[in-house]
């Protein structure tokens, strides 16, 4: 069976600090894909990140980086030099095999302080 | 803004009726996802169609029906409505048919009293 796990509900970070948000999946298929999405309580989804399972490298985005251990099955989010802006929900999301679906986690919730 | 609409934004009815979304996706976008984002069930992908065609199904109910017409845009309608179909309804688009990046449009909340 397909999962994404977040563990973390909800997570403080300071001003200017780098955090890192959980995530570990779960399928059998050796294709697959992973995302980051960000979620501010205006309430839009934000692309945010992708990192895929054939990838060599771990993917950035500016101030976001994917930390993909394969072996463990996760793929944590970093985002470096936390901003106020920042602040908001999280999902990390699967999409595996041929397929074209896409399964999310329960999300984090970033605080990030003054 | 991602260049994706949604109308309406808000939606209130009432137990047993029916409802129809609508979404236009980015110009030039092929593709066009449906997803619901409820307390209880969080995020789930609902349907895809691509360029007028079913692609993908996910957690979507019978009562819930979708389109895509020639002009691309996309319709999801969702019939004897329950009081847990109240969520936030987001439709996205890609160019393609299974692109990383997905441009989500603002969600239309729905509230079934």
């Known amino acids: 069976a397909q999962k994404i796990t977040q563990t973390q509900p909800g997570m403080f970070v300071q001003e200017k600090e780098a955090v890192t948000l959980d995530c570990t999946y779960d399928?059998?298929?050796?294709?697959?894909?992973l995302f980051w999405y960000k979620q501010p309580s205006s309430g839009e989804m934000i692309f945010l990140i992708y990192q895929g399972s054939y990838d060599q490298q771990n993917a950035t985005e500016g101030r976001y980086s994917l930390n993909f251990q394969k072996a463990r099955k996760s793929a944590n989010l970093v985002i470096s030099a936390s901003q106020l802006g920042d602040s908001a929900m999280y999902f990390c999301a699967m999409r595996s095999g041929g397929g074209f679906k896409t399964i999310f986690g329960a999300g984090t919730r970033l605080f990030v302080k003054a | 803004d991602s260049g994706v609409t949604q109308t309406p934004k808000h939606l209130i009815t009432a137990t047993g009726q029916r409802v129809t979304l609508r979404c236009s996706p980015r110009?030039?976008?092929?593709?066009v996802y449906w997803y619901q984002q409820s307390l209880d069930q969080g995020l789930q992908f609902l349907i895809q169609?691509?360029?007028?065609?079913?692609?993908a199904k996910g957690n979507i109910l019978e009562r819930f029906s979708a389109q895509q017409f020639p002009d691309l845009h996309s319709e999801l309608n969702l019939s004897s409505l329950e009081l847990g179909d109240s969520a936030l309804y987001f439709c996205?688009?890609?160019?393609?048919?299974?692109?990383?990046?997905?441009?989500f449009g603002p969600g239309t909340r729905l509230t079934v009293l």
């Open positions: 996205a688009s890609t160019p393609g048919r299974r692109d990383n990046e997905q441009f």
């Open positions: 110009s030039g976008d092929l593709s």
């Open positions: 169609y691509y360029n007028g065609e079913e692609r």
């Open positions: 399928t059998s298929d050796p294709s697959y894909g």
